[in-house]
């Protein structure tokens, strides 16, 4: 059963997931100790075993959820009003914008490469990530096919899929590159797609 926290205990150990999460996006997982996150964060090694009892196993995975609800809160509000397409350009700019600023250190890829797929406690919430992202997209392109600014027989889950493929993707060539461009191109290729099937290129 899951420890119950008082709001002073919930912010103690939202801060030291904060912390930790920094660190990791800076040096990878596997160079930042447990020393490393209490110096950082102010906090004592009794502390710290008090809220990630395993350590810093325990810790990463907190980070990891942390890191994918970063990547979802960071496109908000757009992301959950994807009702027309001036709302798509909001949200398309809120994308550019969020990671032309974090640059490679970004919460997704602090989740898939910093983090490490290889655990499964990692790779589940990098899917469930993924799985609510593409909701989100999903339900943007539904109310465009209702309001007829795309054409009916749009298949929603490909469309979603797509333009999802192309966020993520060019965020990997982000994380490599250092380049924005990647990202800049790929998702306005899969927007422009989706006006096209409306004949509105």
């Given at each position: 059963?899951?420890?119950?926290?008082?709001?002073?205990?919930?912010?103690?150990?939202?801060?030291?997931?904060?912390?930790?999460?920094?660190?990791?996006?800076?040096?990878g997982?596997?160079?930042?100790?447990?020393?490393?996150?209490?110096?950082?964060?102010?906090?004592?090694?009794?502390?710290?075993?008090?809220?990630?009892?395993?350590?810093?196993?325990?810790?990463?995975?907190?980070?990891?959820?942390?890191?994918?609800?970063?990547?979802?809160?960071?496109?908000?509000?757009?992301?959950?009003?994807?009702?027309?397409?001036?709302?798509?350009?909001?949200?398309?700019?809120r994308?550019?914008?969020?990671?032309?600023?974090?640059?490679?250190?970004?919460?997704?890829?602090?989740?898939?490469?910093?983090?490490g797929?290889?655990?499964?406690?990692?790779?589940?919430?990098?899917?469930?990530?993924?799985?609510?992202?593409?909701?989100?997209?999903?339900?943007?392109?539904?109310?465009?096919v209702?309001?007829?600014?795309?054409?009916?027989?749009?298949?929603?889950?490909?469309?979603?899929?797509?333009?999802?493929?192309?966020?993520?993707?060019?965020?990997?060539?982000?994380?490599?590159?250092?380049?924005i461009?990647?990202?800049?191109?790929?998702?306005d290729?899969?927007?422009?797609?989706?006006?096209?099937?409306?004949?509105?290129?």
């Amino acid at each position: 059963m899951e420890r119950v926290l008082t709001s002073k205990g919930t912010a103690t150990r939202q801060r030291i997931v904060e912390g930790a999460a920094a660190l990791v996006r800076d040096q990878g997982a596997a160079n930042v100790s447990l020393d490393d996150i209490r110096a950082a964060t102010a906090t004592s090694k009794s502390q710290l075993f008090h809220y990630f009892p395993d350590g810093k196993s325990d810790l990463l995975r907190a980070v990891a959820r942390y890191e994918a609800e970063q990547v979802l809160d960071d496109q908000q509000p757009m992301l959950g009003e994807l009702t027309s397409w001036g709302a798509w350009q909001a949200w398309r700019d809120r994308v550019i914008e969020k990671y032309r600023a974090q640059g490679p250190g970004c919460p997704l890829s602090a989740l898939t490469s910093q983090l490490g797929l290889a655990d499964p406690t990692t790779r589940t919430v990098v899917t469930d990530l993924y799985e609510r992202w593409h909701r989100y997209l999903a339900d943007g392109v539904r109310a465009l096919v209702a309001a007829g600014e795309v054409a009916p027989g749009t298949d929603v889950d490909d469309a979603a899929t797509a333009i999802l493929t192309a966020v993520a993707g060019g965020a990997t060539l982000l994380m490599g590159t250092g380049q924005i461009g990647y990202l800049e191109t790929a998702l306005d290729e899969a927007l422009s797609g989706l006006r096209r099937s409306a004949g509105r290129g």
